[in-house]
């Protein structure tokens, strides 16, 4: 990938890093239609036995992971900041669960606090680490959409939830797909575009 960093850090098990993955980023601002999304999509995406990539960030990222590692799945987080330190802080308990049933990364120091840039520059590394980046729920501006961004500068795969277009969460991801991102309406949407390297 463009820009790799130079080192990471890691927490848990680097065995996993050779799953099929997909990232699922979204708003932290979840809707319940992103919930809804979420609890059809990520038990599928588990029993196909693929690992759930996401930035643990609250609202789609946290959520993703949860349901992953609920239905005993690999859950793999990339994080803004130091492994030993937990952001937002909400987050403490999967962030535990992930370290001690599935892989937590960061290219920033231990005890290195999150700052602002440190989530863009973490968001090449969401896209760099699989074949594919699906976007659930996104606002205009969004960081999710730096994610995809990168995933198309790194010639991956972007798929996008459609959402209703009266609903600031879907005015993101509905312009991916009006760029060119795959629209996702069924599982096999997703299972079709994963790529084991």
Do not use: W
């Not at 038990?43 to 992953?68: E, F, T």
């Not at 005993?72 to 308990?93: D, F, H, K, L, R």
């Not at 879907?170 to 797909?177: D, E, F, K, R, V």
Request: charged content about 20%; some cysteine; aromatic content about 6%.
């Amino acid at each position: 990938m463009y820009q790799a960093p130079i080192i990471l850090f890691y927490e848990g098990s680097l065995n996993l890093l050779n799953s099929p993955m997909i990232t699922i980023v979204g708003t932290r601002t979840m809707t319940n239609y992103g919930k809804k999304i979420l609890e059809e999509f990520v038990p599928k995406i588990i029993d196909s036995g693929i690992a759930v990539v996401s930035g643990l960030a609250k609202g789609i990222d946290a959520y993703a992971h949860q349901l992953a590692l609920e239905k005993q799945g690999t859950a793999i987080a990339v994080i803004g900041n130091g492994t030993n330190i937990s952001y937002p802080a909400e987050n403490q308990s999967i962030q535990k669960r992930i370290i001690s049933d599935g892989l937590l990364l960061s290219e920033y120091f231990p005890k290195s606090r999150p700052k602002q840039y440190h989530f863009p520059a973490r968001n090449r590394i969401l896209a760099g680490l699989t074949s594919a980046t699906l976007v659930v729920e996104a606002k205009e501006r969004s960081g999710s959409l730096i994610t995809a961004a990168y995933a198309t500068q790194e010639n991956r795969n972007v798929l996008a939830i459609p959402g209703d277009l009266n609903r600031n969460n879907s005015n993101g991801t509905n312009q991916l797909i009006a760029d060119g991102a795959k629209a996702v309406l069924k599982i096999d949407d997703i299972l079709n575009e994963i790529i084991c390297y």
